[in-house]
């Protein structure tokens, strides 16, 4: 909970450190779409091991496809979807961007990964609607959804919110410890 603390403060009382970091990766993601998202992010990291998972694949008819490149271009995540039949890729957030770029109907397809059945955009985005409020539901129903942390509690951390640095030995871990218990008691 300290670290949450911390890392609030981290954008209220931005240093120097912060600042350069923070125009870096800026600068970066001028220079390199997405640079944070591609090559940095734990989150997009987790999205992309989610995605070799997903029951739904985006499919290109070859067929109906005029290789107009517009779809490859609208990807955010510079997948060439293009070229290849089935999109797979960590990369893919199934965001759709290719598919309303494209403007052939029925070339780029959301289908099911098992029966290989269309699925509409609107049911696909109903179906991660209910996935994220079943994971609630289920985190409320196992009592894992809240912390037990009181409001009084933080607003005790937030008063010496100053004097916590981060431990770079164990010394300082073992302070910031009893520190930690003494606000407790």
């Known amino acids: ?8 403060c981290f954008f209220a009382k931005i240093t ?23 090559y940095l992010c734990p989150y997009g990291a987790l999205l992309g091991l989610i995605s070799f998972f997903s029951p739904t694949r985006i ?19 510079r997948i060439k979807v293009d070229k290849v039949k089935t999109v797979l890729s960590d990369e893919c957030t199934s965001c759709l961007s290719c598919v309303d770029a494209c403007p052939v109907k029925d070339t780029l397809q959301i289908k099911d990964r098992f029966f290989n059945k269309t699925i509409n955009k609107k049911h696909a985005a ?48 073992n302070d910031l410890n009893k520190k930690a218990e003494q606000l407790q008691n």
């Not at 909970?1 to 609030?8: E, Q």
């Not at 499919?59 to 995540?77: F, G, Q, V, W, Y």
């Not at 539901?137 to 640095?165: D, M």
Request: net charge positive.
């Open 1 to 8: 909970m300290l670290l949450i603390l911390k890392c609030i």
């Open 126 to 173: 109903v179906g991660v609607i209910v996935v994220y409020f079943l994971f609630v539901l289920v985190g409320i129903i196992f009592g894992r959804w809240n912390n037990k942390i009181s409001a009084q509690e933080y607003r005790e951390y937030y008063k010496i919110i100053n004097s916590l640095g981060h431990p770079t030995n164990n010394s300082q871990i």
């Open 59 to 77: 499919k290109r008819d070859t067929e109906l496809c005029i290789n107009c490149s517009l779809c490859s271009k609208a990807c955010p995540s």
């Open 16 to 38: 120097q450190f912060s600042l350069i970091v923070i125009s870096t990766l800026f600068f970066l993601s001028i220079v390199i779409r997405n640079f944070w998202c591609r």
